[in-house]
């Protein structure tokens, strides 16, 4: 993939990120403001333990929702930071970060549940809208992994390649993972069948990931690891808080902890490519 290619694919996905924002957000707000949104009372948190029984703490739909849309807004934001400080990089891990920004812009799907009233336990739709979060949480892990397996220059040529099997992996676990429509949880997203054992898929692409980075800094003795190493936890911490974020301080931490890590990442990644 050229830098021209790459590029133009950027900014055509701060494009559509924007669209799908702006109609999400203007939609939610005329709902709210007809007062047509319905929620559930027996909606499930997503959470094996209790939550105190405080306004920070406790279940609110206004949380949930901007913890939706901050996903959005992130997807544009960093796509934006990427296309001005990588615009003249040739920096491979780019775009298998893109495949993380990708997830992030997947879990705005999550808002039309309660817009539409999509509360049908037959809902096609619904179903398909947890399918397609499926498939960005797995897109998520395995871009982060890909940015640090196939990040050497001789894999440059393979780069297409190898993101269209990224996303051919996470599409096809989507489709055939199981879900349930039945319990819909106060994150607006459909139970997911075996949730332990898709969490212990997720934690080992996370941890083989970082063990790959530890290993590769200390072997070509990069220079300030420790941003790296940091600033990969803290996005993964962040992200993993803000996809179950359904009250006012997970919402604080997740979009705090995601946005800071991101930072020191992406500025720990340009920096090397400028050292280069």
């Known amino acids: ?77 960093v796509t934006i930071f990427l296309l001005v400080h990588f615009e003249k990089t040739q920096s491979i891990e780019v775009i298998y970060f893109m495949a993380f920004v990708t997830g992030c812009l997947f879990e705005g799907t999550r808002i039309f549940v309660p817009i539409e009233s999509f509360w049908n336990k037959t809902s096609i739709v619904l179903a398909l809208i947890g399918r397609i979060v499926i498939t960005g949480r797995i897109a998520v892990s395995l871009g982060l992994l890909f940015s640090v397996i196939f990040n050497e220059t001789e894999q440059r040529q393979y780069v297409e390649r190898n993101f269209i099997i990224l996303f051919i992996i996470a599409i096809t676990i989507g489709q055939i993972y199981p879900i349930s429509t039945v319990e819909i949880l106060s994150t607006f997203m459909v139970q997911i069948g075996k949730e332990m054992l898709f969490s212990i898929f997720q934690y080992t692409l996370m941890c083989a990931t970082l063990i790959i980075i530890l290993h590769e800094g200390i072997i070509n003795h990069v220079e300030k690891l420790s941003k790296e190493v940091i600033g990969f936890i803290m996005i993964i911490i962040g992200h993993n808080i803000l996809c179950k974020s359904d009250c006012y301080m997970l919402l604080a931490l997740g979009s705090a902890v995601l946005s800071i890590g991101s930072v020191i990442y992406l500025k720990y990644l340009h920096a090397q490519y400028l050292w280069k």
């Open 1 to 77: 993939m050229t830098l021209k290619s790459r590029n133009r694919f950027l900014l055509a996905f701060i494009i559509a990120a924007s669209m799908l924002f702006i109609f999400s957000a203007v939609r939610l707000g005329l709902s709210i403001y007809k007062n047509t949104i319905y929620i559930p009372e027996s909606l499930a948190r997503p959470f094996s333990f209790s939550m105190p029984q405080t306004i920070l703490f406790s279940r609110n739909f206004y949380a949930t929702s901007a913890g939706i849309l901050f996903f959005l807004l992130y997807s544009i934001v």
